[in-house]
């Protein structure tokens, strides 16, 4: 494909785009529910995305949405928004958000083992094995389960969640490839959006977080995150989805292990988070295992 000077600009400036948002909507997440109940924060944050998204859609001449188009919406909003953003956002109360992206940053490793895993898929290079064996180490000494050296540096159940999370993000991604959709991605988009943040207002009013929640009580801070997370992050994804037509996938890809150096250096700086040397050892690791899996992938993906 023949690129104009015009269009790699744009995806390059695409690419920074999804490296530094993408990278601070972690620290927006911590801010948002240090005083709003998680799951009616990612909610409000999707109901709100998902609208723009429809309304993009539909100014764009998006065709209508058919009732076969919802089933695979809703699949990938449960997965995805709920799964992959609602826990996350539950996890972060207790989890640095710089922890977090990096535990994130793992999902190529679910991506290449689910993609093996389905009909035809294909088996990836012995690099690849070399990758998830580092990189499940590397998780395994961040999360410390055991204690080693006299204790645990960060909460084992949140930090659980969030490998959870990163499961279920992968899984609805590779779903969503192959799901019968909307034609219009930034319409499906929004129907995910429209369909996770739904849910995620039921999850909240199950679990009683409507009784918790207090209005008078939410800070600047966690208002300024929950906004910084309906616009921007929003506009992030868009910015995603275009790159994922405009670039190649191994290339957008490495946003995995560029987001979390980016939320650990905003974590620090902005909200003081301790990044201890065990830490950095262990983020080293993984940030090589993730390299090591990303750039396999790429290689395969031009095979095809």
Known sequence: MSLTKSTKLQIVLGMLTIYLIWGSTYLAIRFAVETIPPFLMAGVRFLFGGALFYIWAKTQGAAKIEKSHWPSAIIVGLLLVVGGNGL????????????????????????????????????????????????????????????????????????????????????????????????????????????????????????????????????????????????????????????????????????????PVVALALGAFLAGEVVSEWTLGCSVVILVAVVMIVSARGHLQKRR
Do not use: C
């Open 88 to 259: 996350v956002s539950w996890a972060e109360q207790t989890v640095p958000s710089g922890i977090t992206a990096l535990l994130i940053g793992f999902v190529p490793m679910w991506f290449t083992l689910f993609e093996w895993m389905r009909p035809k898929g294909i088996r990836p290079p012995r690099i690849v094995f070399a990758g998830l064996a580092l990189g499940f180490a590397g998780v395994t000494l961040l999360i410390n389960p055991t204690g080693i050296g006299g204790g645990r540096e960060i909460d084992l159940i949140g930090s659980l969640v969030i490998v959870l999370a990163t499961i279920l993000w992968a899984g609805g991604s590779v779903y969503s490839r192959y799901a019968h959709a909307h034609p219009s991605q930034f319409m499906f988009a929004g129907m995910q959006m429209l369909a996770g943040g739904a849910a995620l207002i039921v999850f909240g009013f199950l679990s009683g977080e409507f009784e918790r929640l207090d209005v008078a009580a939410i800070s600047p801070a966690s208002y300024w995150g929950l906004i910084y997370l309906s616009t921007i992050g929003s506009f992030a994804f868009a910015v995603f989805i275009w790159l994922m037509k405009a670039s190649t996938p191994a290339r957008v890809a490495t946003y995995a292990y560029v987001n």
